[in-house]
């Protein structure tokens, strides 16, 4: 149990990373990805530099999670995770925006996982 659940949270991580790469070397397939436009001028360059962060910062700490078995490295991405989710719904219940779960239920999926894996692999203090 503990060895698939390490495989999952790293095969995430590395989605992670390689969708914060993707956001700096191609941000417009990365958009078309979460079914965006790529904006214009300085909403671009937010865009741009707030995804990235997002995805590097959450990929980054997950695997840094397995190397160092930390509970609060498993935390944090999942916190992440968790809160992209709860926004993405309000989004939907009060702004008028598509409710998009193939988006918010990956989300949920993996912070669930990194929770379970905060149990089950960190380190005992």
Do not use: C
């Not at 009060?94 to 990956?106: K, R, T, Y």
């Amino acid at each position: 149990m503990n060895k698939l659940l390490m495989v999952l949270v790293g095969l995430a991580a590395i989605v992670m990373v390689a969708t914060g790469v993707r956001w700096m070397v191609d941000p417009s397939a990365a958009a078309a990805q979460l079914g965006m436009p790529l904006l214009d001028g300085v909403a671009r360059s937010s865009q741009v530099g707030d995804m990235t962060a997002f995805f590097l910062t959450t990929g980054i700490l997950m695997l840094t999670a397995l190397v160092t078995g930390r509970r609060g490295y498993f935390f944090a991405p999942a916190l992440l995770l968790g809160l992209t989710a709860v926004a993405r719904t309000v989004a939907w219940m009060v702004h008028d925006a598509a409710l998009a779960m193939h988006l918010i239920a990956p989300e949920v999926i993996i912070a669930v996982l990194l929770l379970l894996a905060s149990y089950r692999l960190a380190e005992k203090a």
